[in-house]
């Protein structure tokens, strides 16, 4: 089983860097001097999706599992929607900046504020589709609330909190995107190594046994030092031009650690309402592409976050 575990996470790892790399010499980076425009997230974007539709399938039989039954296609369409509308609003400042030369700061609050009024209105498009799907559904008083209430909780857990991995990458690049998949993983690793080696004390025996309070300070220790490895060798020998902020990857690994966990958490009290233990069976060794993403999706806004604020490095000039 630990064997199992450890290919399969690798070959996912492995999988992630070929998609950045090609994402990142297929987009606009390599192709300027040939005058063919890409944008940013072409390869990255398209797989999500694709991740999001299998996280959506698996949220929905989790829901189901708990005795509320939304309609499937409003929580698939909401989800995609939100998340490629993310995306566009990015692509359609990408394009005024690279093509047209509009003097828009990168990762600036014009561009942050401009991609989140997409997100926002989409979300809301996504509801008002979930209301209009439930009232055309409707025959008899029962159920309707507690349903609507699954496809809207669908939608903000899966839809909105994806909308700050694209937010992330496309505001600040791969670099930025790694950054929160290395330190939640490492967390992840420290966790289940440092709980298995010499946990005692559980943190959450009714939510999830197998958490120690022991594999959750590994699983800092673990994550500060992906991050420590991360920030101060990695991005300074790719990105000389990136400063590390002093100690920012202690505050970077510790923050987004901690968020991380909550986020493992929370796909843990989910499941444990539904009676089930695993999202689902579509990676072997780990679940469902739940149990992989569920740590990133809460730790994705508040890396976000992070680097908005100027918490972990900074372009200097």
């Given at each position: 089983?630990?064997?199992?575990?450890?290919?399969?996470?690798?070959?996912?790892?492995?999988?992630?860097?070929?998609?950045?790399?090609?994402?990142?010499?297929?987009?606009?980076?390599?192709?300027?001097?040939?005058?063919i425009?890409?944008?940013?997230?072409?390869?990255?974007?398209?797989?999500?999706?694709?991740?999001?539709?299998?996280?959506?399938?698996?949220?929905?039989?989790?829901?189901?599992?708990?005795?509320?039954?939304?309609?499937?296609?409003t929580?698939?369409?909401?989800?995609?929607?939100?998340?490629?509308?993310?995306?566009?609003?990015?692509?359609?400042?990408?394009?005024?900046?690279?093509?047209?030369?509009?003097?828009?700061?990168?990762?600036?609050?014009?561009?942050?504020?401009?991609?989140?009024?997409f997100?926002?209105?989409?979300?809301?498009?996504?509801v008002?589709?979930?209301?209009?799907?439930?009232?055309?559904?409707?025959?008899?008083?029962?159920?309707?609330?507690?349903?609507?209430?699954?496809?809207?909780?669908?939608?903000?857990?899966?839809?909105?909190?994806?909308?700050?991995?694209?937010?992330?990458?496309?505001?600040?690049?791969?670099?930025?995107?790694?950054?929160?998949?290395?330190?939640?993983?490492?967390?992840d690793?420290?966790?289940?190594?440092?709980?298995?080696?010499?946990?005692?004390n559980?943190?959450?025996?009714?939510?999830?046994?197998?958490?120690?309070?022991?594999?959750?300070?590994?699983?800092?220790?673990?994550?500060?030092?992906?991050?420590?490895?991360?920030?101060?060798?990695?991005?300074?020998?790719?990105?000389?031009?990136?400063?590390?902020?002093?100690?920012?990857?202690?505050?970077?690994?510790i923050?987004?650690?901690?968020?991380?966990?909550?986020?493992d958490?929370?796909?843990?009290?989910?499941?444990?309402?539904?009676?089930?233990?695993?999202?689902?069976?579509?990676?072997?060794?780990?679940?469902?592409?739940?149990?992989?993403?569920?740590?990133?999706?809460?730790?994705?806004?508040?890396?976000?976050?992070?680097?908005?604020?100027?918490?972990?490095?900074?372009?200097?000039?």
């Open positions: 089983m630990l064997s199992r575990r450890i290919t399969v996470g690798f070959s996912i790892i492995v999988l992630l860097l070929m998609l950045c790399y090609l994402d990142f010499h297929i987009g606009p980076y390599s192709n300027r001097e040939h005058k425009w890409l944008p940013r997230g072409v390869i990255l974007v398209p797989f999500y999706l694709l991740c999001v539709v299998f996280l959506s399938r698996e949220v929905i039989r989790i829901l189901n599992a708990a005795g509320l039954h939304p309609l499937s296609w929580v698939y369409l909401g989800n995609i929607l939100i998340v490629m509308n993310s995306w566009l609003a990015n692509v359609f400042q990408q394009y005024h900046l690279d093509v047209r030369g509009t003097q828009i700061s990168e990762g600036g609050w014009h561009w942050a504020a401009t991609a989140s009024l997100a926002l209105l989409s979300i809301a498009f996504a008002m589709i979930s209301f209009g799907a439930e009232m055309r559904r409707y025959s008899h008083p029962g159920g309707v609330t507690i349903n609507l209430a699954g496809s809207i909780f669908a939608i903000s857990y899966l839809g909105l909190l994806s909308c700050f991995m694209i937010q992330l990458y496309m505001a600040y690049g791969v670099m930025a995107l790694l950054s929160v998949v290395i330190v939640t993983k490492m967390c690793m420290g966790a289940f190594f440092v709980g298995k080696a010499i946990g005692r559980k943190m959450s025996p009714d939510l999830s046994p197998g958490k120690t309070i022991e594999g959750a300070i590994g699983g800092i220790l673990f994550a500060c030092a992906g991050a420590w490895i991360w920030f101060v060798v990695i991005v300074p020998l790719y990105y000389p031009s990136r400063v590390s902020v002093l100690y920012g990857w202690v505050i970077f690994g923050v987004v650690a901690l968020a991380g966990m909550i986020g958490l929370a796909g843990s009290l989910i499941k444990r309402d539904g009676h089930m233990k695993d999202s689902g069976h579509s990676v072997p060794g780990f679940g469902g592409v739940l149990d992989v993403f569920d740590s990133l999706l809460m730790a994705a806004p508040t890396a976000y976050f992070l680097w908005a604020f100027g918490f972990v490095c900074y372009a200097q000039h």
